[in-house]
């Protein structure tokens, strides 16, 4: 209602300035250039108001979706246009004061934060802003994370080439690859390799749930290899451990 009142007295601004301008006994020179400069006065005005906005409105509705241990993806509501964009804050409960999480543009009412942390309790809020300063936070959300469901990677990872070793799949020498169990939710151990000159790891065995003997990983070839192991569950593999390499 403010703007269709303000635009209605910029209207009949221009219709008493029109019609002074046709008054019998005025100077017919004057008034154009009267009105020329309230014309620019009142677009001054209105570029400034463009520009400077005010303080824009407050975010509401602020939701949270837990997609695992260490992602928490947030939402809310805006129903203004003054925005220059969002920044969405955090705090733990060791924490007291809130901290940046990120910055959003304009428009955009989501965000998915990959930064935290297993079994952590988060509380978060967001704020719009624009040049003229940052609304105030929206209601506050807490959510809590929930335990790592995906097991800690393999150490201590070595390769040993072995001769004279026989099976049903290859005669000769082996690679026997050793690690340390770090986790104690695993399923069992992915064994990688990849040979001098390649780009990417591929599986070529696996072991029991918490194996520490050495393994055969399959036969060994001419040039340098390289290894790695991986442990992994229902929910997925663990990150990838050291590499280790063996040459023959």
């Excluded at 967001?126 to 506050?140: I, K, L, M, Q, T």
């Amino acid at each position: 209602m403010k703007k269709i009142a303000y635009i209605i007295s910029v209207l009949l601004i221009f219709a008493v300035a029109g019609a002074f301008a046709e008054m019998p006994g005025k100077v017919p020179s004057l008034a154009p250039s009267k009105q020329k400069r309230l014309q620019s006065s009142v677009a001054s005005s209105i570029r400034q108001k463009q520009e400077h906005p005010g303080v824009p409105a407050v975010p509401f509705n602020l939701r949270a979706t837990i997609r695992g241990s260490n992602q928490v993806d947030l939402a809310w509501g805006y129903s203004s246009s003054t925005e220059d964009g969002f920044v969405l804050e955090r705090r733990t409960d060791m924490e007291g004061e809130y901290k940046v999480v990120a910055a959003i543009s304009r428009g955009s009412l989501r965000y998915e934060d990959h930064r935290v942390y297993p079994n952590t309790n988060y509380l978060y809020r967001v704020r719009a802003f624009n040049c003229d300063g940052y609304s105030e936070a929206s209601g506050e959300i807490q959510v809590t994370t929930p335990p790592d469901l995906l097991p800690s990677a393999p150490n201590n990872v070595s390769a040993q080439i072995i001769e004279g070793v026989t099976n049903d799949e290859c005669k000769g020498p082996h690679v026997l690859i050793q690690w340390f169990d770090t986790s104690n939710n695993e399923d069992g151990f992915k064994v990688e390799r990849k040979r001098e000159g390649e780009e990417i790891f591929s599986e070529i065995g696996r072991a029991k749930t918490n194996e520490k003997a050495l393994i055969p990983s399959g036969c060994a070839v001419w040039g340098t290899s390289y290894y790695r192991v991986k442990a992994y569950n229902s929910h997925g593999d663990s990150e990838a451990s050291n590499i280790c390499s063996a040459d023959r």
